[in-house]
């Protein structure tokens, strides 16, 4: 177990107030799991769940990041929340003819340029990184390349507690909140795809996250997590070369397959969770009071 001392200067200088209550009360007073020691005993209480699909709950009152503010370029406008859901407009990140890594708003849930109409019947908001290059919905946008970096202060998870019924007899679940405050936030690896429907000249812009198997304990409250990225992979997730000339060469397929596996073996941000309270699961609720710590 490892206690968080605070700090004199604030992580996350965008939201000063905010941070300094959350850095005084709720990290300083509290002590959290991190992921590179033992977990806790009562870890035992949260079986692992490794066929559920990763929950879409994330925070995005992000700061401006350590060591990620040179790479990301100009923020869209976004309405900032504690508790964002799929279908809601979020910043997400792509590389510019221009060289440049610059945000956008997009839709959260991947709409397939195919699609008669911008929505999704299915839940798109992830994609499994072992199969994105086959599924449908997200191979067109994995075989071209259109990569994303989706940043978040912090993301919220689901674990059902061992021998803990609800009211409807379904397992009791414990909601975490998942972050590296060392850093002020976390980015995960996307990929976004551009819709045109109808006659309309409108192109809107949608994306997923991409997930792969918990690990480093975070599989001790959920099988899935995001794809995280440091600033070095985010670097390297995001050079790739948009050219007709490349797609049709021997090297096109390779660069793929070597794509994938810099998702595997990337250098993990050092992340902490704690739990916090039930609330975060109605999305109407949105306060900084989510991601406090409770005992």
Not at 212 to 223: P, V
């Amino acid at each position: 177990m490892m206690k968080y001392a605070s700090t004199k200067a604030p992580l996350w200088p965008i939201f000063p107030k905010i941070f300094e209550q959350w850095n005084n009360h709720y990290v300083s007073n509290y002590q959290k799991i991190s992921l590179k020691l033992p977990l806790s005993p009562d870890a035992n209480h949260y079986p692992q769940a490794h066929n559920q699909t990763m929950c879409g709950r994330f925070n995005n009152h992000l700061p401006k990041m350590l060591g990620w503010a040179e790479m990301l370029g100009d923020w869209p406008e976004i309405r900032p929340s504690f508790n964002v859901a799929p279908g809601s407009k979020i910043a997400v990140f792509c590389l510019e003819s221009s060289g440049r890594i610059c945000g956008h708003a997009m839709r959260w849930g991947i709409v397939p340029a195919w699609s008669k109409t911008f929505d999704s019947k299915y839940a798109t908001f992830n994609a499994r990184l072992e199969t994105v290059d086959e599924k449908p919905s997200f191979r067109s946008a994995w075989k071209h390349r259109r990569r994303c970096l989706i940043p978040m202060a912090g993301y919220y998870e689901w674990s059902a507690i061992e021998g803990k019924m609800n009211n409807a007899k379904a397992p009791q679940k414990q909601a975490f909140y998942i972050s590296d405050p060392n850093v002020g936030g976390l980015v995960a690896a996307g990929l976004y795809e551009q819709w045109q429907g109808g006659e309309s000249d409108t192109v809107l812009s949608s994306c997923t996250m991409i997930t792969r198997a918990a690990d480093h304990g975070l599989d001790r409250i959920h099988g899935r997590m995001p794809v995280l990225l440091t600033p070095k992979t985010g670097r390297q997730w995001m050079n790739w070369a948009d050219d007709a000339e490349y797609e049709s060469s021997g090297e096109f397929e390779n660069g793929l397959a070597q794509s994938k596996q810099l998702l595997i073996d990337c250098e993990k941000p050092d992340i902490v969770y704690w739990p916090v309270d039930g609330a975060v699961g109605n999305v109407r609720n949105n306060h900084a009071g989510l991601c406090a710590a409770i005992d």
